[in-house]
């Protein structure tokens, strides 16, 4: 069955730090992937959307890869910032279009 | 424009009851969801629209029921409450669904405790 996976459910960094967050998919050719913040109590928000023949995307200070040969997807946030804390959910379109999101990685940014 | 607007916010239920919790977009989008997120679980597909009278079943659709009568509104019924059902609901809404990765709105959620 389709899956996606992100790696790691919590990653801590210090302030000023590049975070890295991945996200994995298998049995599977997605034509784009989605990536969303969660914040504690709130609904996911659309961050970045990048799609097979694109390998990468940025929009501030964030930068999404797309690998379609390691079935990978990377997303990095540069200077972190304690904001920047939150949940990260990376989504696919599934074969019927509707999106299959990853658990998330809860990031946290320590001053 | 308010967006993706879900009722209740929070909600307790007896096990076997029956209630509706209501979704509302004011986009005109064609495509409406409901997922439900679970600790260790990720958000989860219950049902989908993707247009006025048309529902299909997602991932997860036992115990719920869903109509769309209106493009605007997209409710989500329990129709006897289960402990197992208790969790965090979001109602989600798109311009449309597809390969064209159309970005997908959230509401605040609903959280719902089933005792």
Same mark, same amino acid.
């Given at each position: 069955?389709?899956?996606?996976?992100?790696?790691?459910?919590?990653?801590?960094?210090?302030?000023?730090?590049?975070?890295?967050?991945?996200?994995?998919?298998?049995?599977?050719?997605?034509?784009?992937?989605?990536?969303?913040? %969660?914040?504690?109590?709130?609904?996911?928000?659309?961050?970045?959307?990048?799609?097979?023949?694109?390998?990468?995307?940025?929009?501030?200070?964030?930068?999404?890869?797309?690998?379609?040969?390691?079935?990978?997807?990377?997303?990095?946030? +540069?200077?972190? %910032?304690?904001?920047?804390?939150?949940?990260?959910?990376?989504?696919?379109?599934?074969?019927?279009?509707?999106?299959?999101?990853?658990?998330?990685?809860?990031?946290?940014?320590?001053? | 424009?308010?967006?993706?607007?879900?009722?209740?916010?929070?909600?307790?239920?007896?096990?076997? %009851?029956?209630?509706?919790?209501?979704?509302? %977009?004011?986009?005109?989008?064609?495509?409406?969801?409901?997922?439900?997120?679970?600790?260790?679980?990720?958000?989860?597909?219950?049902?989908?629209?993707?247009?006025?009278?048309?529902?299909?079943?997602?991932?997860?659709?036992?115990?719920?029921?869903?109509?769309?009568?209106? +493009?605007?509104?997209?409710?989500?019924?329990?129709?006897?409450?289960?402990?197992?059902? +208790?969790?965090?609901?979001?109602?989600?809404?798109?311009?449309?669904?597809?390969?064209?990765?159309?970005?997908?709105?959230?509401?605040?959620?609903?959280?719902? +405790?089933?005792?």
């Amino acid at each position: 069955s389709q899956k996606i996976e992100q790696n790691s459910e919590a990653l801590n960094i210090q302030e000023g730090k590049t975070a890295t967050l991945t996200c994995n998919y298998t049995n599977y050719s997605p034509a784009y992937l989605q990536w969303y913040r %969660q914040d504690p109590g709130r609904g996911p928000v659309f961050l970045l959307l990048i799609r097979e023949n694109e390998k990468e995307k940025r929009k501030e200070r964030l930068k999404v890869t797309f690998d379609t040969t390691l079935k990978q997807s990377l997303f990095h946030i +540069t200077a972190s %910032q304690p904001a920047d804390s939150a949940t990260y959910l990376c989504a696919y379109g599934g074969s019927q279009g509707n999106l299959i999101f990853g658990k998330g990685t809860k990031l946290s940014v320590k001053p | 424009n308010a967006g993706v607007t879900q009722t209740p916010k929070f909600q307790v239920l007896k096990t076997g %009851q029956s209630m509706t919790l209501q979704c509302a %977009q004011d986009m005109n989008h064609e495509y409406m969801s409901w997922y439900r997120q679970d600790p260790g679980m990720g958000l989860r597909l219950i049902h989908y629209s993707v247009g006025a009278g048309i529902t299909d079943q997602g991932e997860v659709p036992n115990g719920y029921n869903v109509s769309r009568s209106t +493009t605007e509104d997209f409710p989500l019924r329990l129709l006897s409450a289960a402990p197992s059902q +208790t969790s965090v609901y979001f109602c989600a809404s798109s311009f449309r669904v597809g390969d064209s990765g159309n970005t997908i709105y959230f509401g605040e959620g609903s959280w719902l +405790t089933v005792v």
